[in-house]
């Protein structure tokens, strides 16, 4: 009877492991949010910094910063990934297509948007600016149909090169609400964050156009409420993990380097992304950078630089923007290519 009842019991427990087992859910994956803009979002964007660690101190530790671009320090830990491009214009990214490509490789949930600085900067109508919004928020709709979408109000302009930019900005800020009220469902709806009320390019920018640590908090403020509420009902899209080619040792050549990163790939493509640095000790003027591509790769959309390629043969030079580059300075280009069976990485020299 002792050994029937010990059998009995050892089976009801094993029943009662098996039970919890089979109905503890597995771990929701976490929440990706992908920071999009220019150098205000990237360069280095230590509001990012301090919206992170916001989120992790009250609660939202289930998240994911995401974003084709690397972190740049900061001084405190953070997941830095963004899709921070700095010099970008939203309606550059809209014509030549290039989101499309960062949603693949990053595939996020939430999009924070601070974009248009230097559209602004750049005399281009509000309309036409937001007309690339439109086509930015249609690309994120097909990635994601259910994506959430934060636009910011941008925050004050008023270099000294550009008289005209502080109304040029406030013009363009006015014109954001009804946008977005007519773009926003409810399945994929678009939240204006006001980053203009209370920012002060006199306290709150180190350049007229940048923020400093002050503007850097009122960021971060601003952004928090907005996306603390667009968290709220997400459900995590499905982790993807893609085939990634290690980064490749950079090749040194006249005092500069090109360092390649594959930072995505899917069926058929993937996305490259070669950093160049000045390892000299005098400054630059201008870079060019080469490689040959081994499988018969082909790029078709470049971003950051300047592309002429003959058959396997690919050379990029600098963009006007981003040629000089001090002593220990660096900058990134990006592409989209087109594979077919193998994707060796290439192994770029800088000259």
Known sequence: MRKTSGALAAFLALAAVVMYLTATPASAAAIRIMPLGDSITGSPGCWRALLWNKLQSTGYTDIDFVGTLPPQGCGVAHDGDNEGHGGYLATNVANQNLLPGWLSATRPDVVMMHFGTNDVWSNIPPATILGAFTTLVNQMRASNPAMKILV???????????????????????AIPAWASSTSTAQSPITVVDQWTGFNTASDTYDGVHPNAAGDQKMSDKWYPALVNALSGVTPTPTVTPTVTPTVTPTTSGGCTATYRNAGQWQGGFQGEVTVKNTGTAPMSGWTVRWTFANGQQVTQIWGGTLSASGANVTVRNESWNGSLAPGASTTFGFLASYNGTNTAPSPTCS
């Open 152 to 174: 910011a109000k941008i925050i004050p302009m008023n270099p000294s090169s550009c008289a005209e930019c502080g109304q040029r900005t406030v013009t363009f800020n006015n």
